[in-house]
């Protein structure tokens, strides 16, 4: 099962800007469909954004969409979620998670189709 490790956290003021990373250890990265997913406190965790297993497809929320991109590279086993235009409705533990299921870009919106997750990182944006 591949491990994932988040990184790129933090704190930074509305309209800022941060970079998630996750890394993932192993030759097998490219057999992974990646998505981003966040949880804020109290509420359920919800679908950010996701990438195919050659990075030639993304598909975001609609909350993100014009704001957040998702990319990967292979070669350095790693996704990333470049987040601008940040706002306090984007406060929320960040995870990422692999899937190795190959389907319609729409099904890795939901978590039940990802066998594989992070353990977090968390952003803090301040009005």
């Known amino acids: 099962q591949v491990q994932l490790v988040e990184s790129g956290g933090g704190l930074v003021q509305a309209g800022g800007s941060l970079r998630l990373s996750c890394a993932a250890p192993g030759r097998t990265f490219s057999n992974y469909a990646m998505g981003w997913f966040r949880q804020a406190p109290g509420k359920e965790r919800e679908f950010v954004a996701a990438i195919n297993r050659s990075g030639s497809s993304t598909y975001y929320a609609d909350s993100v969409k014009g704001r957040f991109t998702i990319s990967r590279d292979n070669a350095k086993n790693t996704v990333y979620l470049q987040m601008n235009s940040l706002t306090p409705e984007d406060t929320a533990g960040y995870y990422c998670?692999?899937?190795?299921?190959?389907?319609?870009?729409?099904?890795?919106?939901?978590?039940?189709?990802?066998?594989?997750w992070g353990q977090g990182t968390q952003v803090v944006v301040s009005s």
């Open positions: 998670a692999a899937s190795g299921r190959v389907g319609p870009m729409a099904m890795f919106t939901s978590t039940e189709h990802y066998n594989a």
